[in-house]
C-alpha cells in the first residue's frame, strides 16, 4: 500500500491545528468545551445565538454586546460567568480559574 504525499500532509495540518486550539493562550479549548458540556449547555446554544433558556454564544465573540451591555470582552464575559445575572446562576466558586479560562477559550471558537 502507497501513502500519498497530499494525504499526509492533510494529516499533518488536521494534527497541528488541533494542537493549535487546545493549546490557546490563556486556556485549553477541549478542556474548555468539556466545561461548557457539563455546565452550560443546559440553556445555552453552542451552535445557534438563538435563545434556549439563555443566549445562545455562537459568535459570541464577534458581537459588540453582551445582552447586560457590557462590550464582549475576555474579563466582561468571566465577570459574567462569576456573578451570574438575568436568571444565570453564580459560577465563582462552581468553576476553577483553569476551568474559566478554558470555557473563555473555548467560547472564542464559537
Known amino acids: 500500500m502507497t501513502t500519498k504525499p497530499g494525504v499526509v500532509g492533510a494529516c499533518l495540518?488536521?494534527?497541528?491545528?488541533?494542537w493549535?486550539?487546545?493549546?490557546?493562550?490563556?486556556?485549553?479549548?477541549?478542556?474548555?468545551k468539556s466545561v461548557y458540556s457539563g455546565s452550560c449547555a443546559v440553556c445555552?446554544?453552542?451552535d445557534s445565538a438563538a435563545t434556549k433558556m439563555?443566549?445562545?454564544?455562537?459568535?459570541?465573540f464577534q458581537r459588540a454586546?453582551?445582552?447586560?451591555?457590557?462590550?464582549?470582552?475576555?474579563?466582561?464575559?468571566?465577570?459574567r460567568i462569576e456573578q451570574g445575572g438575568s436568571g444565570m446562576p453564580a459560577f465563582k466558586?462552581?468553576?476553577?480559574?483553569?476551568?474559566?479560562?478554558?470555557?473563555?477559550?473555548?467560547?472564542?471558537?464559537?
Open 44 to 46: 445555552h446554544l453552542a
Open 65 to 79: 454586546k453582551l445582552k447586560n451591555g457590557q462590550k464582549v470582552a475576555e474579563a466582561s464575559v468571566r465577570a
Open 54 to 60: 439563555g443566549p445562545g454564544l455562537k459568535g459570541l
Open 13 to 18: 495540518c488536521v494534527a497541528a491545528a488541533s
Open 93 to 110: 466558586d462552581m468553576l476553577t480559574d483553569g476551568e474559566k479560562s478554558d470555557l473563555i477559550a473555548y467560547l472564542k471558537t464559537l
Open 20 to 32: 493549535a486550539l487546545a493549546a490557546a493562550p490563556g486556556g485549553n479549548v477541549v478542556k474548555g
